[in-house]
């Protein structure tokens, strides 16, 4: 666990923390899968939901449990504990399987997201033009 960093967002969950773990040896983020949960749903139990809704994915034949992985995280009491994680594929496609209002609007991000990455396989200028403009809206000049 020596190289993983821990961080929380919470600016795309409406100000809801979210615990991360960016492991260096695999170049990845992997997410708090109860937080995301929790962030979606008005689900007092974010937990017990996250166990239905892993069920109902496994009848589906959803592989998305399978790649579920386990890391120890930062509890709300101080303690390291272990925690269900996905990497960030895996958090988007649990976004994609939440029914919830909340949800939608990651739903609609991602396919818009996923829109501009396929305009760009048939046009990469956009690709370079996008890179471009984040580079200088990061605060980097020209060279």
């Not at 017990?48 to 034949?61: F, T």
């Not at 930062?74 to 496609?93: F, W």
């Not at 991602?110 to 990061?138: H, K, M, Q, W």
């Amino acid at each position: 666990m020596e190289n993983n960093k821990f961080e929380t967002i919470s600016n795309l969950f409406e100000g809801k923390e979210i615990r991360s773990v960016w492991n260096q040896e695999k170049e990845e983020y992997f997410f708090s899968v109860v937080d995301v949960i929790s962030a979606l749903t008005d689900s007092k139990e974010p937990r017990k939901y996250w166990s239905v809704l892993k069920n109902r994915l496994k009848k589906e034949g959803s592989e998305l449990t399978t790649k579920c992985s386990q890391l120890k995280m930062m509890a709300p009491d101080g303690k390291m504990r272990i925690r269900d994680v996905l990497d960030t594929k895996g958090i988007l496609r649990l976004i994609e399987s939440v029914p919830s209002q909340k949800a939608e609007p990651f739903k609609l991000w991602l396919a818009n997201l996923g829109s501009e990455r396929i305009d760009e396989v048939f046009n990469p200028e956009l690709a370079v033009t996008r890179a471009v403009e984040y580079y200088r809206s990061r605060g980097y000049d020209d060279k």
